[in-house]
């Protein structure tokens, strides 16, 4: 497969010159053999979890791009489904553990939240050792779908902890019932490119999608986000809120479209975005587009970019810290209002500790 | 709530016709042999003939943009894109044709003269047909020219400069410009000199099926001032017409350009219009712009900050009627340390119009401790509309600080129920509110135009909200 591959194409182009309407990854060939992977942990204590069997539904209206995508409806070497309902609010956790013969993960997985069902689903993807010595380099292309039924309350939290040498993609997709919540909440640290994708369809009235991200790029990784909102419903909701940090080389293309239809009265979308540059070699590209054809909406969005505030460092200098040690202070400090979002503590201590070894 | 729906404004001034005369009309399309023959009635010089025609080349070599509003109605087999109007270049009013000076004079132009401005040029179709210049300008040694008299009599400041900021490679309709382009101005201000009185040239497009071409270069020099005033409109007719003119601006070192536009072109035109200004060490461009009329627009004018310490401001608004679709915005390249933009973008969609704002914000890797702020807002005055946002945010260096924000949404119904509590009828309410939206972008303009804005504003609003 020699054929340059276009991903994450924004919804409406802009000129070429700009750099911005897709990624081309000129240094990736997509896997062709897809081997067993099996380290695959699930915590389900209320049995809300199926796994190995096939998901019948391959439509995707966004996602990362066609190729990648056929490769998970065809190829996926994990299918798993899993209903959150009513009487079982216990969450879920999945982690997969890249290590040893695993290394390389094609995933299918449909979220079913019933209606008036409440519960926290986690998606963990984990290099267990650096495996930059391997021949075999860890990849990881997966589609989540997710479909909120009425009056439905979910949040999927989706955690990429792989090597800054893996291949990471990413498609996930969400349609929102009347007056249903999807709370998406990830952590992007790893990868020598990661390509993600989410798609939210606030097609009914009072529905409610949020997103909440943080990311960290290094070395020379590579970081393309491409989120896309279609607000159709009477008073639908959205709030996206991406922070990150780029040091070394790394670069990162946001691009956040809030697409209000006509007939989303009352509608409300904001959009954020910041990125912390920590190298002056690093670079940050977005592009956060609003689309209006409904007249009685509010929309937002703001973007900024900028260096670490200098006062902020010598006060921590000043108190006895490193400058590294600093550095890695402020980072998390502009990262925690979205990782409070996580209940589970343990998780949160294990994203804090990854920034550390990540900054080092 | 009510509304009333006017199916055709009354753009009354700008839509009086004359009868198409003409000197000479070129046939329509776009071959060797056409770009040859304007060529020759231009009678103009060798290296300028050679330059159409390669042009001409890249413009077949490009395909039209991947991107923005729809352009497959424009056929250049059915434009002519040289119209030379019977009149010769004048320095008085009185000596040009009646017709002709009966439209400037309805648009405003030598009262505007009388009372405001140093200089004017005024262009009818293809070729300009009145230039003046204060007499105190010239002693100081600033030239105010249409640009054939500036190819033809001052090609030492011309040729290193003309389509060297703007590429004709850039894209097609730039292209296309190389090629065909007729008329514009040509301003030289010189080291030192501070122009306080703003010039201005006015472009008309009376004929039909036709396109109009011209080119502005303006050079301010070290230390030097400027402001300058661009003004467009054209009769509505039933087919395409096209614009595809080129700004070129050179602001050296410590000096001071503003350039401000208000374009009214009519709602059958295609305006693929091309500015960009270079700027130099502490040197500031500003960018006044109000577009109102045509039926496509694409333009985004470009400041590319090359001097340390340079500057620049956009000030902008576009509003989009029924069957207008205005893809307006702005570019921005910071190239060096210290250097600042600030960028206030602004648009009104109404009655199905569609308005989109695009814009590049670049900051290089060697634009330390640079500045740049974005602030756009849109503004829906009915759920017929379309307004889309489609800014651009390329960071390649830490030591910055950029922001940007956008919103969009519709009157407030608060803000309305206040002003009718305090005596306004809802359509007055609704009127000044879109007013007080425009004014950060009226009272940069000079008076008059300010007026102008005003007036259109009003006319445009007329029928569509109340």
């Known amino acids: 497969m020699m054929d340059k591959i276009r991903l994450n194409e924004t919804p409406v182009r802009t000129s070429v010159k700009f750099g911005i309407n897709d990624i081309v990854l000129d240094d990736f060939t ?15 204590r209320a049995g809300q979890v199926t796994t190995n069997e096939r998901i019948k539904d391959t439509s995707l209206i966004y996602g990362v791009g066609e190729i990648l995508e056929d490769q998970v409806n065809e190829q996926s070497n994990q299918n798993i489904k ?31 939240a019933e209606e008036g069902s409440k519960g926290t689903v986690i998606l963990k993807y984990k290099s267990s050792k650096d495996n930059a010595d391997l021949h075999e380099k860890d990849y990881h292309n997966g589609i989540c779908r997710i479909k909120a039924k009425k009056k439905s309350d979910i949040r999927v939290i989706v955690i990429n902890l792989l090597n800054e040498d893996s291949r990471n993609f990413i498609s996930l997709e969400s349609n929102v019932e009347e007056s249903a919540k999807v709370d998406i909440i990830t952590v992007d640290f790893g990868g020598r490119s990661s390509v993600s994708n989410y798609y939210v369809n606030l097609e009914k009235n009072n529905s409610e999608g949020n997103i909440n991200s943080i990311y960290l790029g ?9 989120y896309m909102a279609h607000l159709y419903g009477e008073k639908t909701n959205i709030d996206i809120e991406v922070q990150g940090a780029l040091k070394d080389r790394a670069t990162k293309s946001f691009k956040g479209t809030l697409d209000f239809k006509t007939g989303a009265k009352k ?3 904001n959009e954020n975005e910041f990125c912390m540059l920590l190298s002056d070699k690093a670079k940050s590209k977005a592009l956060p587009m609003l689309l209006c054809t409904e007249e009685d909406v509010e929309g937002n969005h703001s973007s900024a970019s900028g260096k670490v505030d200098s006062k902020e460092l010598f006060y921590l200098m000043t108190r006895g810290f490193s400058q590294k040690e600093a550095m890695k202070l402020i980072v998390k400090a502009k990262f925690s209002h979205i990782i409070e979002r996580i209940e589970q503590e343990e998780l949160r201590e294990e994203i804090l500790a990854e920034i550390d070894k990540r900054l080092d | 709530m009510k509304k009333t729906n006017v199916e055709e404004i009354n753009r009354n001034i700008y839509d009086i016709k004359n009868e198409d005369k003409y000197e000479f009309k070129i046939r329509k ?11 020759n009635q231009k009678q103009e010089a060798e290296w300028m003939r050679e330059f159409r025609l390669k042009a001409l080349e890249v413009y077949n070599s490009l395909e039209l943009p991947t991107w923005g509003p729809d352009l497959s109605e424009l056929n250049m087999d059915e434009i002519a894109t040289y119209v ?6 004048n320095s008085s009013w009185d000596d040009v044709p009646d017709d002709i000076k009966n439209t400037f004079e309805s648009l405003g132009i030598p009262e505007a003269e009388r009372k405001s401005l140093a200089g004017v040029g005024a262009q009818y179709d293809s070729e300009v047909v009145y230039h003046s210049i204060k007499e105190e300008l010239v002693k100081q040694g600033v030239i105010y020219t249409d640009m054939e008299t500036a190819v033809r009599d001052y090609p030492e400041l011309v040729k290193p400069y003309f389509m060297k900021c703007v590429s004709v490679r850039d894209h097609k309709f730039v292209a296309l410009h190389g090629a065909v382009w007729s008329g514009g101005s040509f301003v030289y201000v010189p080291k030192g000199v501070k122009v306080d009185i703003p010039l201005q040239s006015y472009f008309r497009l009376n004929s039909p099926e036709a396109g109009q071409f011209e080119h502005t270069l303006i050079i301010v020099d070290e230390g030097a001032s400027l402001q300058f005033v661009e003004g467009c409109s054209a009769p509505k007719y039933n087919k395409v017409n096209l614009h595809a003119g080129c700004v070129e601006l050179y602001v050296k070192d410590n000096a001071y350009l503003r350039y401000s536009t208000i374009e009214n072109w009519s709602k059958n035109m295609l305006n693929l219009n091309t500015k960009r200004a270079i700027v130099g060490k502490n040197a500031q461009v500003d960018w006044v712009s109000g577009s109102f009329g045509s039926k496509i627009s694409m333009l985004y004018p470009m400041s590319i900050l090359n001097g340390e310490g340079a500057k620049t401001e956009f000030t902008g608004i576009s509003f989009a009627g029924k069957g207008q679709n205005l893809d307006n915005g702005f570019k921005v390249v910071h190239n060096a340390p210290n250097t600042s933009s600030v960028i206030d973008g602004k648009s009104i969609s109404k009655n199905g119009g569609t308005c989109t704002y695009r814009s590049l914000v670049r900051i290089s890797e060697n634009a330390k401790n640079s500045k ?22 390329d960071i390649r260096t830490d030591d910055v600080e950029f922001s940007h924000e956008a919103k969009i949404g519709k009157i407030s ?3 309305i129920f206040y002003l009718m509590s305090r005596g306004l009828s809802e359509e007055d309410a609704k009127a000044m509110i879109v007013r007080g939206f425009a004014y950060p972008i009226s009272k940069e303009l000079p008076i008059e135009y300010a007026v102008e804005m005003n007036n259109l504003i009003n006319l445009e609003l007329e029928g569509a909200i109340g």
């Open chain 1, 30 to 44: 997509v896997p062709e053999e897809i081997t067993a992977f099996d380290s695959v942990t699930i915590k389900d």
């Open chain 1, 82 to 112: 899993i209903v959150m309902d009513q009487k079982n609010q216990e969450n879920v956790e999945l982690v997969f553990d890249f290590q040893g013969k695993d290394h390389c993960l094609v995933d299918n997985i449909e979220i079913l």
């Open chain 1, 218 to 226: 290094k070395e020379d990784q590579k970081i393309d986000i491409n």
């Open chain 1, 267 to 269: 509608a409300k979308g």
């Open chain 2, 29 to 39: 399309g776009l071959t060797p042999d056409i770009i040859a023959e304007i060529s």
């Open chain 2, 84 to 89: 030379k109007p019977k009149s010769k270049l």
């Open chain 2, 372 to 393: 740049c702020s974005v602030s756009c807002e849109s503004l829906m005055l009915d759920s017929l509309s379309k307004s889309d946002t489609i800014p651009v945010n």
């Open chain 2, 413 to 415: 119904d608060k803000t």
